[in-house]
């Protein structure tokens, strides 16, 4: 036993967290969408705290690779709406229970797929980037995984100053959203334990990234985690259901 989990179970959990760092290192979102689920699944207690600590070393290392892509008055526009919407989620965490969250994760995760395969576009405008981060700091906060809403309105952007900037609105998103889980109450000694175990994974996902931005088309590895994230959401809104 690793933490009261399966040696297995654990082992599941590193290799899911490597390869989502890994892809969201690569193109800017992915590991939430993707290590969620499966997490959701071994241990309720690693949402939604445990995935917003391990997304702290991942961005401050996505962020110091990609220094001089990033763009920070989108960064800036954006948290206009993350810190309500980061607000909205710490509540919502507060009177609610793992059942509840989990269901969050998987919906939060489906819709975006299901968004990612129609023809609808959005602008980065000032406008869309406020709503993208109210919603972003909703789902951050309340099921760790914040990513789509930002990501469906920074699409057309390349994918190297996609990957820079979001790496940067992630990191300050994520440690705003830690402090507001620690004011409700929702971020223990569980919750560290469960992060120190992920962290070696996290940092090989970013090492990782380095051949695959080289290698890998983006076309499949997006195709990949779509397929992915429905699978594993679809059995972890089983689980909750």
């Not at 207690?45 to 991942?58: E, H, Y």
């Not at 797929?113 to 993208?132: D, G, H, M, P």
Request: glycine letters at 8%; aromatic letters at 6%.
């Amino acid at each position: 036993m690793i933490l009261d989990l399966d040696w297995w179970v654990a082992a599941a959990c590193l290799l899911i967290m490597a390869i989502g760092a890994s892809v969201q290192a690569t193109i800017g979102i992915g590991m939430g969408m993707l290590a969620a689920p499966v997490l959701g699944l071994a241990d309720p207690a690693f949402l939604p705290a445990t995935i917003m600590i391990s997304v702290l070393p991942l961005s401050t290392g996505v962020a110091m690779r990609d220094w001089d892509a990033v763009n920070w008055e989108d960064v800036r526009t954006a948290f206009t709406g993350r810190v309500p919407g980061i607000a909205i989620g710490a509540v919502f965490v507060a009177l609610t229970g793992p059942r509840a969250v989990a269901v969050v994760v998987a919906l939060s995760v489906l819709t975006a797929v299901a968004a990612s395969l129609t023809s609808f576009r959005f602008r980065t405008t000032r406008r869309n980037l406020r709503i993208a981060g109210v919603f972003s700091g909703v789902f951050g906060t309340a099921a760790g995984i914040g990513g789509p809403p930002m990501a469906l309105t920074y699409q057309h952007e390349t994918a190297r100053v996609m990957r820079a900037t979001l790496a940067v609105y992630f990191g300050f998103g994520s440690a705003l959203s830690i402090l507001a889980l620690m004011l409700a109450g929702e971020v223990g000694r569980r919750q560290i334990e469960l992060s120190l175990l992920l962290l070696p994974a996290v940092m090989a996902g970013l090492a990782l990234s380095r051949p695959v931005i080289a290698r890998l088309p983006e076309s499949k590895v997006r195709a990949t985690v779509l397929v992915l994230c429905t699978i594993s959401s679809l059995a972890l809104l089983v689980e909750a259901i």
